[in-house]
């Protein structure tokens, strides 16, 4: 589904990426930590395109997204990203955020496309909220929200970019049942997370990065329990 | 705290010249917006009745010249808007060309006169093709505060925070949209206010198309009072009505933000 292929980043002088490769299979739930500065949201966002990559091969099911021709808007159907700051549009009701990209960009039907998105509501569990702005809702509320809109695409993959880091503690615990319920359906997840409870129980493979490169990587059970690296095993020290 | 309160202020985009607009906080019996509006209204009404003869006949003679000043004022803003919409947005392109036309447009018209600008769009162009004066009159407000408006919609377009563009453009949405269906919607309760301060301006500037054969307000005034010699009543009178009618339309806009701010981001 994924095939990164020693891609790297510069932000400047600064080495974002180093030369990284991975790559996610159908299905599977690859969950990336490290500390802050390590990569890991740069190399999820490099995954759909909103980072640009300096060198290096990108593929997504198959297509090179970062070769020239590429029809990056295309892949992007395909791939969903929840977001830190959730980024609903404010200006939109929940229904509309959920709609919206439905039917300019997958062209469906309004009615189709409304009978989707309430769906998803309750599946994420707020079907009461479809004519509520996002200001009138809490985080958690809000980022399920984002979560349902992403999902509105119908996507085969999709991506998370620390979802629970701005909510109040009280918040993530729905949040991150709304992501098990998703990774029990089969959905093939890349997550950047700090939840490590999480990433025990859904990950099918920990990815460790440190400075712009993945410094190890193994199911969770092996990498929690039984780190290779020192330099693993200290960050696991300092966040356990 | 007023930290706290300092936080949650709606993002306000600065302004060029001085607010036109009422402020909220101003609601006093006796603010010098009350005090200003109805003591002009007061004025004419006044002057009006106990001096019929020269005040009366300019009051009669005017209104005609009020309705142009609403007309081009409404011309102009409406074409500034389209302007300086698509000016803002080339301003932000990262197209080298477009950008660098529409930067070239705004800084080659900030730098120059309205007033010059109405005559150089009238006389120095009206060598190669003649151009109606009402014509000449909008394009000329409309081509200069196009320039400003350009401004006000890049700053409101850059107000919006970047996460929206990334939100859009990870759903599959092109640039195009996202500008059209995210960015531009909410870029535009932002720009309201300075919007209705170019309006205002707009209002008091029109009054230099008086210098072409324009009848507006200004122009009638000036008919009349090279005819009846009554230049202190005629001013005097043209003076009090460009004052009721900008405190009006300042309330009047200050109104209309209310209603379309209304932010549905509050709970």
Known sequence: MVEAQAIS?????????????????????????????????????SINGLERIDRGRMLVDGVDIHAPGTDINKVREEVGMVFQSFNLFPHKTVLENLTLAQIIVRRRARADAVERAKGLLAKVGIPEKAGAYPSQLSGGQQQRVAIARSLAMGPKLMLFDEPTSALDPEMIGEVLEVMKALAREGMTMVVVTHEMGFAREVADRVIFMDAGVILEEGPPSQFFNNPAQERTKLFLSQIL | MAMGDAKRQPQVIEVGDGAAIPLKSDVGLFTAWRVAFFGAVAALAYLGLTQPDPYLRILLFVPDGILVTFEVTMASILLALVIGLFT?????????????????????????????????????????VRIPDLYSAVIAMAVCYGAYMGEIFRAGIQSIPRGQMEAARSLGMTHAQAMRHIIIPQAFKVVLPPIGNEFIALLKDSSLVSILAVSDLLRRGREFASESFTYFETYTVVALIYLALTLFFSKLIGHMEERLGVDKRAA
């Open chain 1, 9 to 45: 980043k510069f932000f400047g002088a600064f080495r974002a990426l180093d030369r990284v490769s991975f790559d996610v299979h159908e299905g599977e739930k690859v969950v990336v930590i490290g500390p802050s500065g390590s990569g890991k949201s740069t190399l999820l966002r």
């Open chain 2, 88 to 128: 803002g947005l080339g301003r932000l392109a990262k197209n080298r060309l477009v950008n660098g036309i529409a930067s070239l447009y705004v800084e080659v018209i900030r730098g120059i006169p309205l007033l010059v600008q109405i005559f150089y769009i009238y006389y120095a162009l009206g060598r190669i």
